[in-house]
Each structure stands twice: as structure tokens, then as C-alpha cells.
């Protein structure tokens, strides 16, 4: 990974991946110096070349996904701009939504704004001890008015996976759209729309998929009536630029303005680096719950130390330790042995007030496939001697 990274422990990668693999940056940096023109807009061999990036990039996101259409993948700067789009996108007035408390706020808050605006009624549901939540759960929830469930499907302060492949079925069987927040699912959990009836997903790219930060977007189902979602920006994509109306065709009806192509080149990477990987995402999950049952192990005659986490979702591990602030802890493991790691609440509060860690939040590593179990015990005995 470079002399750079020599001395450096990153557990930060729930929050965003580092390093990328280096095809990534070679990605990156081959459309920067090779090609780096607008895809879409001119007929130029430079423009076609970019244009090709992104259609691969899109390609494979769909394959991925389990989608047939890649124009059902829409670039988006993150999983924050995509689930706003796709929340904002598909409410509307007097619509009832159901979602549950390991919400991250880029879902909480779309909808808390537009509960506060009027335009919704909102119920969201505790789960269990960590926040799973239940089709009975959500039975016993739905409302005459009941349009959408939106569900994070891996939390990103505990790793708790929610039931998609039943919610999914129940929400297809009484009608009701389902979102899904794949931000830190994508790359750890295999995902397919299609079999698991989901209507739309959000997803990030720069963590678990290995791209660039400034990467994310929605994917569509093949099956969903896409003109049921509203853009919510309108302006140039290259297309019809004799008209003053916003195409209505995919991907351009979400996707105005210039692309972060060098960004999506990257991503394109990053999917290869996954599906390649030993075994591909089954390589990645066996590595990551690895890495966390070593972790776990090592760590867990440290007095006073609490964990949060899950087998399902591996790879992303909070703990406190009774006596010292998460901050405090965080910042040592920074400053004085080059450890990278969270604390806080992780953008998730109502998730910390399901666990029990509200307000202090917790300190937490995010497992990539580049950690090593020589990292953790490097970072165990910083922590012991802390
Ligand atoms: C579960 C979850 N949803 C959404 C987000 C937002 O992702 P982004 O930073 O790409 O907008 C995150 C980021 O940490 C997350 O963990």
C-alpha cells in the first residue's frame, strides 16, 4: 500500500475505505491524464472514451445490484444525496412511512424534515435489543396510508442486519415501496433487487465498494414505475438540449450537471477489486468476521470494555470502556500510536438509544480487507497499556 502507509492502523472505514486498491487510483488517475473530457456532451473521441467509463461503471453496478437495466443506476455524490432523492423523490403529501431506529440520519432527517413540513406521518420502529426489527414489527405498524418502508440494512454503529428478504416480501405483498439503505451493506452483504423485492437502494461507493469519496448513487428496480419518483434538480445532461423541459428518461431525469467521472472510474475499479477478490464478497465477509472474532477475542479481558456488534453484519465493531470517554480513547489511539478510529455517535443517534449508548456514543473500527490481525494486536495492547 505504499511507505505512506506504513506506520498507519485505519479502522475508520466504516466512515469511508482506506487505502483504495491501487487499480482505484490507477483508475483515477488514467482518466485524469488520459482522457479527462465530459462524457455525453461532445462527440469527440476523448468524450466517448468517458462516456464508455461511466456506462461500464453503471454496468456493473447493475450486475451487482442484481438489476438488469444499468440506466436503473443513478450517480449520485453519496448515499446522503441518493436517499434524499429517493425519500424526497417518491413521498408525497399525506403519505404515511414506516423506518426504524438504526436509521442513519441521512434517512432520519429527510423524513424528520418532511414529517416537521407536514407532508408526512412517520412511525419508527425499536426492534430488538439491537435494533432488528420484525415483518411483525412492521405488520402491526402499516397504516391505510402507509406508502413506503425505508430500512438501513446494515448498521453502521453496530453491524445489525435487518430481515430485507422478508420485508421486502411483505412489503411487496401489501403494496407498500421499500428503500434500502445500502451505504455500509454494499460489498459486505450480497444484494440482489430483484430477488429480494426491493424498489430502490441507496448506496455509497467510497466505502465497502472500494471508490473514491464524492461516489454513491440510487439504483432502481427493473420492476418499479420510475416515473412514481420526482427529480429534485433539474439542468443540463447533454440530452435534448433543444427543449426547456428535463428529459424523462433514465438515467438523465436524476442525473443533471457534470459527472464526477475520475470518481466513477475509480468505482468501476472497485467493483472489479471486489468480484475478483478470493472468493469475491464471500472472500470479503469471511476476512472482515475474521478479523472481528480476533479483535473480540484479544480484547475482551480489557476491564471495563463493552462491544457492539454482529455476526451478520462483520467488520464493523463499537466498544466503550468504562472509566475513559470514547473521545479520549480515540484521540490517544490517533495521536499516540496511529490508530484511526471513530467516536461518537456515528450520524446515528436513535441507533445509540436502541443500544444504550446514548449520548456518549461509542468508539468504532470499521474493518476493511487490508487490515491485518498484526493490526489488532498491535491495537490491543495500545489499548491495555492505555
Ligand atoms: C448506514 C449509513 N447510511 C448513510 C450513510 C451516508 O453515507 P454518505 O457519507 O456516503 O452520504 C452512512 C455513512 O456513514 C451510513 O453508514
Same mark, same amino acid.
Given at each position: ?35 479527462g473530457a465530459n462524457p ?85 420502529? &425499536?426492534?430488538?435489543?439491537?435494533? &432488528? ?100 434538480k433539474e439542468g443540463g ?62 480484547? &475482551? ?86
Open positions: 500500500m505504499g511507505n505512506k502507509m506504513n506506520n498507519i492502523i485505519y479502522f475508520d472505514n466504516a466512515a469511508t475505505s482506506f487505502p483504495k486498491p491501487p487499480s482505484v487510483t490507477q483508475a483515477v488517475v488514467e482518466y485524469m491524464t488520459e482522457y455525453g456532451r461532445s462527440g469527440h473521441k476523448l468524450s466517448v472514451r468517458a462516456g464508455e467509463t461511466v456506462f461500464r461503471t453503471r454496468k456493473k453496478l447493475a450486475e451487482f445490484f442484481g438489476v438488469k437495466n444499468p440506466m436503473r443506476v443513478i450517480f449520485g455524490s453519496n448515499a446522503t444525496d441518493s436517499l434524499n432523492l429517493a425519500i424526497k423523490g417518491v413521498l408525497k403529501q399525506g403519505d404515511h412511512v414506516i423506518t426504524s431506529s438504526m436509521e442513519h440520519n441521512s434517512t432520519i432527517r429527510p423524513l424528520k424534515k418532511m414529517e416537521e413540513n407536514g407532508i408526512i406521518s412517520l412511525t419508527i420502529l &425499536k426492534g430488538d435489543e439491537k435494533g &432488528k426489527i420484525s415483518v411483525h414489527e412492521i405488520d402491526d405498524a402499516i397504516l391505510k396510508n402507509t406508502a413506503v418502508v425505508v430500512v438501513n440494512h446494515m448498521s453502521n454503529v453496530s453491524g445489525t442486519v435487518q430481515p430485507i428478504n422478508e420485508i421486502g416480501e411483505r412489503c411487496r405483498f401489501k403494496g407498500i415501496m421499500l428503500i434500502v439503505d445500502c451505504a455500509q451493506s454494499a460489498g459486505i452483504i450480497p444484494i440482489d433487487m430483484n430477488r429480494d423485492n426491493i424498489d430502490i437502494i441507496a448506496f455509497a461507493g467510497h466505502k465497502g465498494l472500494y471508490g473514491p469519496t464524492g461516489t454513491g448513487g440510487m439504483v432502481i428496480s427493473d420492476s418499479f414505475e420510475f416515473s412514481r419518483i420526482k427529480s429534485l445532461t447533454g440530452s435534448l438540449s433543444d427543449r426547456e423541459y428535463q428529459p424523462d428518461f433514465l438515467p438523465d431525469k436524476f442525473e443533471s450537471g457534470t459527472l464526477n467521472v475520475a470518481g466513477i472510474a475509480g468505482l468501476g475499479a472497485g467493483i472489479d477489486f471486489i468480484n475478483i477478490y478470493n472468493d469475491g464478497i464471500t472472500g470479503i465477509i469471511k476476512h472482515k468476521k475474521e478479523l472481528q472474532d480476533y479483535f473480540l477475542t484479544s480484547a &475482551k479481558n480489557i476491564n471495563g470494555i463493552k462491544f457492539y456488534y454482529s455476526d451478520e453484519g462483520p467488520g464493523v465493531v463499537s466498544f466503550t470502556i468504562d472509566g475513559m470517554s470514547v473521545s479520549e480513547i480515540t484521540t490517544e489511539l490517533s495521536e499516540k500510536y496511529c490508530i484511526m478510529s471513530r467516536q461518537g455517535l456515528h450520524c446515528a443517534p436513535l441507533a445509540h438509544k436502541r443500544i444504550g449508548t446514548f449520548p456518549e456514543g461509542t468508539v468504532r473500527f470499521g474493518f476493511s480487507i487490508f487490515n491485518t490481525k498484526e493490526q489488532i494486536d498491535k491495537t490491543v495492547k495500545a489499548l491495555k497499556e492505555m
